[in-house]
């Protein structure tokens, strides 16, 4: 049969599938769906403090807690990142196919987030508990290497699961994008209050802290610096693996998934021909070989102000919960495109004046420059704060909910979904260059002399070491992941061509959702035999 006259008997059957259920009951599903809220309360209160979860830990010090706390050599962790990167990369294709075949009572995605949320648990907390396990060892301990490989490729793999099943609970928890917008806008809004950033605040504000106290007793302050990070990241992991457990337990999947499983060159196929997915992925692919450093880098080992991050952002405080308010307004007023663009550079847009601004003053021995002074810097990094809060609300939204769209878009073409292998797709395009970046990362800061003891001791990185962090702070970043504008001028999933899509697709998961829940065989048959030849 050829593909036109496969797309004629696809269109066909769904066109007497729909004539047959119009006699059982007449009624219009699209225009009664339209606004209809499929998440409830108790669903949607979840999900908040799930999102919030996400963000309850204190991940963003990890590379200092490996480096400076567990003390891993820099070259060492070069190598682990390597091997896990391979890993990553592998396990990714294999997982996403189990996904994509799953079929239980529980649903599609969320066995694996509630089987798995107690073993990731136990093996993040054995992470932070490595400076005690490990307590007194040298950078190079053979054990202690063996352990953190061993650890981070099993965490990896529990990982991969959760990701790309997190990530399809996401586009199949309600049916409608009105819906989908408005539960990831409230739970962006609402998080803030539940504490999320809580945890990341209270350490950085406890790093000055220590340091001020135990300055002059380096053993102190080491043991003090120990106990803060193991304490925190414990405390942490328990808490936000108990909140997303019980949202998984008390959520539901509500896009029915297709009555055939896809085989895995189904899957493969599907990618290829979601333009929308591969546009996004290729974005997400160039921007990842951004070579950035840390904020907590500069802050810490540079200004030895770790609560700058807190300070540059009160005055953008009021802004964050305002810059939702016109999401809607510029979602009508501008494309997908141009607001997908807009969000995802304008942080790095913004570092280019501050770089300039830090380099004022700098000799040729890198000393002297403003970057190293607190107060000027606190005033550069508060603009910039302020400016980039403005875009906070649309930053949060829009990436999640186009990458949404692109899920809907192929079962639209396609007659099935695959959230899995296209998780896997667009995430192994992304780890390849963030983990090349990661490596890169790494392997320049052992390159220009950073000393990982200098933080526990309380001793002075170089002017060069500084320059060097600043730099790859703001400027680096700025430059290397610009490439990835380049892709999403290409994208075209918007206005007529959006509406038209989902008015079918509401109407066929209605009329496979009535197929299904029928006696009837003539209409179960018409509904596999529409899904199987769709977009064929």
Not at 202 to 231: E, M, W
């Amino acid at each position: 049969m050829s593909a036109n006259n496969e797309q004629k008997s696809s269109a066909q059957a769904f066109e007497e599938l729909r004539r047959m259920q119009e006699r059982k009951a007449e009624d219009s599903v699209a225009s009664k769906t339209q606004d209809r809220r499929y998440v409830g309360a108790k669903e949607s209160v979840g999900f908040i403090i799930w999102d919030a979860a996400q963000s309850f830990n204190i991940n963003i010090f990890s590379t200092r807690f490996i480096t400076s706390i567990v003390g891993v050599d820099l070259g060492l962790q070069t190598l682990v990142n390597s091997i896990n990167s391979v890993w990553d990369i592998v396990n990714d294709i294999f997982f996403g196919a189990v996904i994509d075949k799953t079929r239980t009572r529980w649903g599609k995605f969320r066995p694996y987030l509630m089987f798995l949320a107690i073993p990731g648990c136990i093996l993040t907390c054995l992470y932070w508990l490595m400076p005690h396990l490990f307590e007194g060892t040298s950078q190079t301990d053979i054990l202690k290497l063996v352990f953190y490989l061993l650890l981070t490729v099993a965490r990896e793999g529990i990982t991969t699961f959760q990701t790309i099943s997190r990530t399809g609970l996401m586009s199949t928890i309600t049916p409608h994008p009105n819906d989908r917008t408005r539960l990831i806008t409230l739970a962006n809004f609402a998080s803030g209050f539940f504490g999320e950033k809580l945890p990341e605040q209270a350490v950085t504000i406890l790093i000055d802290v220590l340091r001020s106290l135990y300055l002059n007793d380096s053993s102190k302050l080491a043991r003090a610096y120990t106990n803060l990070f193991v304490g925190m990241g414990v405390f942490t992991t328990v808490a936000s693996s108990a909140s997303s457990f019980w949202f998984f337990y008390n959520s539901k999947e509500r896009v029915m998934q297709s009555i055939k499983t896809p085989s895995v060159l189904m899957s493969i196929k599907s990618v290829i021909r979601n333009k929308p997915l591969l546009l996004i992925t290729l974005s997400d692919f160039l921007s990842g070989f951004a070579i950035k450093g840390s904020e907590d880098d500069y802050y810490t080992d540079v200004l030895h102000f770790s609560s700058m991050t807190l300070v540059a952002g009160i005055p953008a405080a009021p802004i964050s919960p305002l810059s939702y308010s016109w999401v809607p307004w510029m979602r009508r007023r501008f494309s997908s495109r141009l607001l997908y663009i807009l969000a995802k550079e304008i942080g790095n847009i913004l570092y280019i004046p501050v770089f300039l601004f830090g380099c004022i003053g700098m000799k040729k021995d890198y000393s002297g420059g403003m970057y190293q002074k607190v107060v000027p810097m606190g005033f550069a990094m508060a603009l910039w704060e302020i400016v980039w809060t403005l875009f906070f609300g649309l930053k949060s939204v829009i990436g999640t909910e186009m990458y949404n769209e692109a899920m809907d878009y192929c079962e639209w073409k396609n007659g099935y979904r695959t959230e899995a292998m296209a998780s896997v797709a667009k995430g192994i395009a992304a780890k390849v260059s963030s983990n090349t970046s990661a490596v890169v990362t790494t392997a320049i800061k052992k390159m220009i002399g950073y000393e990982a003891n200098a933080f526990r001791t309380g001793q002075e990185q170089t002017d060069k070491v500084k320059f060097f962090l600043f730099a790859m702070f703001t400027i680096i970043p700025a430059v290397t992941g610009s490439l990835g504008i380049i892709p999403m001028l290409f994208y075209d999933l918007n206005n007529d061509k959006k509406e038209r899509m989902y008015a079918e697709l509401l109407e066929r998961r209605k009329l496979m959702s009535d197929a299904v829940e029928s006696d009837d065989e003539a209409m179960l048959d018409l509904a596999v035999n529409a899904q199987i030849n769709v977009g064929k």
